[in-house]
């Protein structure tokens, strides 16, 4: 994978992990040789460019001390400079050079201060540089925001893209969560291996069944010909089962053994066939409600979710329509033969100010339909709602006014939430139900201490 978050033989309290979490994202777009280890001398995170330095496509399979993967040596160094950062009472850089005439590549090294004070870990720059990177499709050029959540969004997605590891893709219906996932595997080494989408909330039990593992001849009626599963069919690429919440306990269980073997069985086989598959899975649904409920299992939930992502609704971020609804404008012109025509300020004041529960997909059926049927030189507001909703778009504050008091109640919940929590961000996170980095935005955001 582009870097590697090893789980550390030591704890990473709440602080710790924050600041590592920052730094992966900030490490994995630079061209410089970046590690972190622990005070075992154990790799907790090295990036891309300090793996491509030390001649590796990727991190070992196991936890290994920085002398082993940077010198390829199975014994310490006679002395190592970033020892002494553990003790250090304060912020200090270091360099290192071995007794025995091997340069390990220390450049720098400075303290990971964790929450008691002291250096949990150490951040390490290494000497030299990166043989250049191959040419790799750009996120951004799938997603159109400039907000700090798609900024976030798109970092994540860099991070696990070449992962093998499961991804669940959550948020709300139109967000954009099959983009999310055709944007991983383009962004993976199965780039050039199939993709292919499965809608599991469109076909019966029987029917997803047979689709995803295939069927033997005269399994059941109407099976007149063997016929492979579309697990088998993505072999060495990536799989989309879209709407994963709306499938049987069943399925379900039949699902959670192709993941945890890696192979699939035929209906009406007794023979299992190995995949090479990766799964990333989405629902618009709160899959922890449906596991309260005995609706989805909880084993599956953790297969399915070793890299969650949370997809950002529209309305949290706002400042992402003017683009969309420009490119929407600029696409659905060249689709429908129309003229190119601006948006009005008040026209494009009034998208930002609406609620949008559909989300991305809504606004974007929006604009279409406002390029088909307006027939003035620019769309107005008119022109993306009906008569009711114009009205109450061009009423000066209205929507600005809801929003406020919205944002004051959120602001006011996360504080008390925080207070409850004993200002454990993790707990909160969890409380509040969205992700640790997405309450670390709100807290800038809101100006909470």
Not at 85 to 100: I, M
Not at 126 to 134: D, R, W
Not at 177 to 184: N, Q
Request: hydrophobic letters at 40%.
């Amino acid at each position: 994978m582009a870097g590697s978050h090893i789980k550390p033989s030591f704890h990473l309290d709440s602080i710790l992990a924050a600041r590592l979490e920052a730094l992966q994202m900030l490490a994995e777009g630079s061209s410089d040789r970046i590690m972190v280890i622990g005070p075992d001398q154990t790799v907790i995170y090295a990036n891309q460019a300090a793996w491509a330095g030390a001649g590796q496509a990727g991190p070992p399979t196991r936890p290994a001390k920085c002398y082993e993967a940077f010198l390829h040596r199975s014994d310490p160094c006679a002395s190592c400079s970033a020892k002494e950062v553990f003790d250090a009472t304060e912020v200090r850089a270091v360099s290192c050079s071995t007794g025995d005439g091997n340069v390990c590549g220390m450049k720098q090294a400075y303290p990971l201060m964790a929450g008691d004070q002291r250096a949990g870990a150490v951040l390490v720059l290494l000497s030299g540089a990166a043989p250049a990177p191959s040419v790799r499709p750009d996120p951004a050029g799938q997603f159109i925001g400039q907000s700090a959540p798609m900024r976030q969004l798109l970092e994540m997605i860099s991070l696990v893209a070449d992962s093998q590891a499961t991804v669940l893709l959550q948020g709300e219906s139109g967000t954009g969560k099959e983009l999310a996932a055709r944007t991983i595997h383009q962004l993976s080494y199965r780039r050039d291996q199939p993709f292919i989408v499965v809608d599991c909330g469109s076909l019966p039990e029987t029917l997803l069944e047979s689709e995803l593992f295939g069927h033997v001849k005269g399994a059941f009626t109407g099976a007149v010909a063997t016929k492979k599963g579309l697990f088998e069919e993505a072999s060495g690429g990536t799989i989309f089962l879209d709407e994963i919440a709306d499938t049987s306990p069943q399925f379900q269980a039949k699902l959670l053994r192709v993941l945890q073997e890696g192979e699939i069985k035929p209906v009406g086989s007794t023979r299992s066939i190995k995949i090479d598959v990766r799964v990333i899975s989405a629902t618009n649904k709160d899959l922890a409600d449906l596991i309260k409920a005995k609706a989805f299992r909880e084993d599956l939930y953790y297969r399915l979710a070793v890299l969650p992502l949370l997809i950002p609704p529209l309305r949290e971020r706002r400042e992402d329509i003017p683009l969309l609804a420009g490119h929407f404008v600029s696409a659905a012109s060249r689709r429908h033969r129309r003229p190119a025509r601006d948006v009005t300020p008040d026209a494009m004041q009034a998208l930002c100010d609406a609620d949008w529960p559909g989300n991305v997909r809504e606004l974007q059926h929006a604009v279409e339909r406002a390029v088909v049927t307006a027939q003035g030189p620019k769309l107005t507001a008119k022109d993306f709602f009906t008569s009711a909703e114009a009205v109450r778009a061009e009423e000066p504050g209205l929507r600005s006014v809801a929003r406020t008091a919205s944002q004051r109640v959120e602001r006011a919940r996360i504080v008390q939430v925080l207070h409850d929590a004993n200002n454990n961000k993790m707990k909160a996170a969890r409380l509040l139900k969205i992700s640790r980095a997405g309450l670390y935005n709100k807290l800038r955001g809101y100006g909470i201490e």
